[in-house]
């Protein structure tokens, strides 16, 4: 199955106003995307934006790849995580939305009022005790499972069913090599990888302002159709990776009907976006700009697919023309946070 490399990173343009006329490069690009762009989007500001990439964005991204955890055997503590199931109660009779069998909290992370307040009362217990805790109904319904809103009290019965320590380990050789799933194997290589980490989501951060700021009044319906179908497919693609029905795939990342819509229209608009800034920045993608991203494919985006070994492999699945849109995004992309005002005011440590 063929792994789609869809134009999904969120981005935003700004309208540029210039002396004399563009419509050779107007033309050269509504040919390119199928549609005259202008048509659809009106930019807005995409560039000289602040952004920070600061502390807290650092220490998660440290903490993400340094996490680990393992089951106790002995009463919870504040920094461990819980997993319990949870059954809601109104009125004495059980609701099956209020009820969960496997839920898990964190317990010194910032969370909802109900999962504070289980948290809390969780704290001293282990594996097999029981609680039961009383809250409001608006409480109650952040955890509603159909999102409906409740109004009654509702009492909470729940169980303990495994108590874990977490821990992050500091970064060593050792420890890169030995025991991390992390693709590093030096503490240089494991920093540099967090800080190119940082600077790729401060660019899709910096892209999706773009796309706020531009205005849509309507879309390609090609445009639509082409993007749903990517996506539905490499759903598929990864569904069946993880040996996944597609239904259990969309669950586990938290994709229901609307928000698969919202996301299948934030990626027309980018689309659209790409297109407007690639022809007011006059962007242009070169033979060699396309050799590097089908060697760079082969290599990062489906370097564990057995069914891509060369180049050649790679040119087969994939047209030059998707090609050469995906390059345009990422020059697009990169032109936004260039011309952004980034801030980078974090400290490089490493956990104790």
Known sequence: MKKVISLCLTVALAVSLFAGCSCGRDSEIDKEAGYKVDKYIKLGKYKDFDYDIDQAKFDELLEFNTYESQGVYRAAKMGDEI??????????????DLSNRSIEVSTDKKNNALMTKVSKTLIGKEEGDTASIRVSGKDASLISKNKKKYTQDVVFKIKV????????PKVTDEWLN?????????????????????????I???????????????WPPELYDKIKKEAEYDAEYEADRGNMTLKEYYKVNGYDKNTLEKEYLNQVKSTLVMWAIVREENIKVTKKDIEARYKEMLEVD????????????????????????????????????????VKKTYKVHNNK
Not at 83 to 96: D, L, P
Not at 161 to 168: D, G, H, L, P, Q
Not at 178 to 195: G, R
């Open 178 to 202: 030995d025991e991390s799933m992390v693709d590093a194997s030096s503490v240089k290589e494991f920093f540099d990888m967090i800080e190119d980490e940082l600077e790729t989501e401060a």
């Open 204 to 218: 899709a951060d910096l892209w999706q302002k773009a796309i706020n700021n531009a205005k849509m009044t309507s």
């Open 302 to 341: 489906l370097a564990d697919d057995d069914d891509y070994k060369t180049v050649a492999d790679v040119k087969k699945a994939y047209s030059k023309k998707e090609i050469k849109e995906g390059v345009y995004l990422d020059k697009a992309q990169k032109y936004v946070y260039d011309n952004s005002n």
């Open 161 to 168: 069913k495994e108590v874990n320590e977490v821990r992050y």
């Open 83 to 96: 997993e319990f199931s949870m059954s809601g109660y109104i009125a004495g009779k059980k609701v099956s």
